[in-house]
């Protein structure tokens, strides 16, 4: 573990009796993110597509005689209908939601629809969260104060939004459209955080940038050829998962909203991420794409 993890680590605080919704939670990151939050007693809520890896991730996760534990819930992110399955299912099975954190990402090198008809990539990885967190809100403004993180990659500086082409149809590439994403997902983050700030809300909306992390998804023989060469430089997902557990629960990040946090610390945000011409641009396409109507 490197200084900036043990540091993140050591000022870990109790969360015994919160509980913490984390998307792809079953492997990776997210995994770790539970086990983490669970051993300083939260109770955590792991969502994930498959089943079986789901069962097998809640039985791992509660071995640990810890305070807390965990429980995992089955949702296709790529199906709208099915993240606001989801919602509905955390809503009415929890009295009250501290932390949600939108953790769950793909990449996919060829271009692939989901059955809303939108590309896969930006479907999973930022739609799903749009959605998901908005239907949410409710829940998170009853239990405030309440987080909402959204964890995003090294790559979402560089990304650009084709206004005309978000769903890249025309032109798609797999590290381009995982890029687009994550931005997405930043810039939407960060205007949450305003949003929430205007209305008085002590609800807060971080960004998480856990670097460039050796998982599953970044591992795969097709990933694009960037995420190859940068293997070596790769942290593991323990290490990555120390910050976003501490973004979650640390008591230094309590009114920390609207900002970008790495390696446990509060970062600048790219200046990309923060333009409020496209946070709106992109909120009223978002609406669309969802048919959450011009919100």
């Known amino acids: 573990m490197n200084d900036h993890a043990q540091e993140a680590h050591t000022r870990l605080t109790s969360a015994r009796g919160k509980k913490i919704l984390i998307t792809g939670g079953t492997s990776g990151v997210g995994l770790e993110t539970a086990r983490q939050l669970i051993a ?3 109770d955590v809520t792991v969502v994930g597509s498959g089943a079986s890896k789901g069962k097998a ?24 209908a099915a993240v606001r399955r989801l919602a509905t299912t955390i809503s009415e099975r929890l009295d009250r ?8 990402g ?21 739609l799903a969260p749009f959605v998901l967190t908005n239907e949410l809100l409710p829940l998170l403004k009853r239990s405030e104060p309440a987080r909402i993180l959204a964890v995003t990659a090294a790559v979402e500086p560089f990304a650009r939004f084709p206004w005309g082409d978000l769903q890249r149809a025309r032109h798609y590439g797999g590290l381009r459209a995982y890029a687009q994403s994550k931005r997405a997902l930043a810039t939407y983050t960060i205007e949450l955080a305003r949003r929430l700030r205007a209305e008085g809300s002590a609800v807060t909306a971080n ?29 593991q997902p323990q290490t990555a998962a120390h910050w976003v557990a501490g973004a979650a629960v640390d008591d230094r990040f309590a009114a920390t909203s609207g900002r970008h946090i790495m390696f446990g610390r509060r970062a600048p945000s790219p200046p990309a991420s923060r333009s409020r011409r496209a946070a709106s641009r992109l909120w009223k396409a978002s609406a669309t794409a969802t048919g959450r109507g011009g919100e």
């Open 40 to 42: 300083v007693g939260a």
């Open 57 to 80: 991730a809640e039985r791992s996760l509660n071995e640990p005689a810890g305070t807390g534990r965990a429980k995992f819930v089955a949702a296709d992110l790529s199906s709208l």
């Open 106 to 126: 793909v990449i996919s090198t060829k271009r692939v629809e989901t059955v809303d008809g939108n590309e896969l990539t930006f479907a999973v990885n930022y």
């Open 97 to 104: 939601l501290d932390v949600l954190i939108n953790n769950a």
């Open 207 to 235: 960004v998480v940038d856990p670097f460039l992390v050796q998982t599953a998804l970044t591992s795969a023989h097709d990933v694009p050829l960037l995420f190859k060469l940068a293997r070596p430089l790769m942290i």
